[in-house]
């Protein structure tokens, strides 16, 4: 029902800037809350950054005042931009959708492929 795919990841510096993008495609309004999560080798995927269909956001204690959650609702994209990136910020980051409570969706979430993101020190 629904396609995630992102894109931005690459290697950068310890203090450089990404911005991640996932663009959504298929039966959108089986999309509620969107976020990013990231996986490091030898570790559990974890969650990096939320953002609910209204705009509100939440943030890993790690990455607050670093990175910027956003979504454009009409260009179906969500975005995020991480500043100052530490090599601790290394792994596959992967864009993540919820749906709505409503009969015609799947009721299961939806990931997209990852994207690599390697900060260098």
């Known amino acids: 029902q629904v396609q995630l795919v992102e894109s931005g990841g690459g290697l950068v510096q310890a203090g450089g800037s990404l911005r991640l993008s996932c663009v959504a495609s298929g039966y959108l309004s089986c999309i509620s809350d969107m976020g990013w999560y990231r996986q490091a080798p030898g570790k559990e995927r974890e969650v990096v950054a939320t953002?609910?269909?209204?705009?509100?956001?939440n943030y890993a204690d790690s990455v607050k005042g670093r990175f910027t959650i956003s979504r454009d609702n009409a260009k179906n994209t969500l975005s995020l931009q991480m500043n100052s990136l530490k090599p601790e910020d290394t792994a596959v980051y992967y864009c993540?959708?919820?749906?709505?409570?409503?009969?015609?969706?799947?009721?299961?979430?939806?990931w997209g492929q990852g994207t690599q993101v390697t900060v260098s020190s």
């Open positions: 993540h959708a919820d749906p709505p409570p409503y009969y015609y969706c799947s009721g299961r979430s939806y």
């Open positions: 953002i609910t269909s209204a705009g509100y956001t």
